[in-house]
């Protein structure tokens, strides 16, 4: 009975070593597909952006020429803001829109879209320490302006 229990844990065993052998390589091919597409993608998008990019200076230099060259400087640097903020380049749209406000400070269409790109310094600008003053006082009327006139050149 010994012998046969022995056989049977070495069989089960066997059988056991074989099925994960099986497994493990089927994991590792599976792997190595997932492998193979991934970097598959990634050359493709490594692909389109390179594309995209020379498509962005292609039309980049064709802007360059044609605010150079434009009878209506404001139309051509607007035109050139536009493209740059419909492509999310904000601080290359931000400069062509700052180059058309400067030429016309009353073009709604410019001032509208410098206001949607925000302003790239309030970032800097919200980060800075802010000091407040809390009093507490009681019956102190009289002195109260006084205190906060003290006090304003101090805190925000």
Known sequence: MVNEANTYAQTTKQNADSYYAELRAKAEEESNAVVADAQARAQNMIEDAKAQAEELVSKTTVLARAEATAPEPFLAVRAI???FARKGMKDRARHYLGKAHRIDPDEETVRN?????????RAARDKEPKISACMIVKDEEQ???RCL???VDLVD
Do not use: E, N, Q, W
Not at 113 to 121: F, N, Q, V
């Open 149 to 151: 006139d003290s006090v």
């Open 143 to 145: 002195c109260l302006k």
């Open 113 to 121: 879209l410098l206001a949607g790109l925000g302003d790239p310094d």
């Open 81 to 83: 803001g536009i493209f």
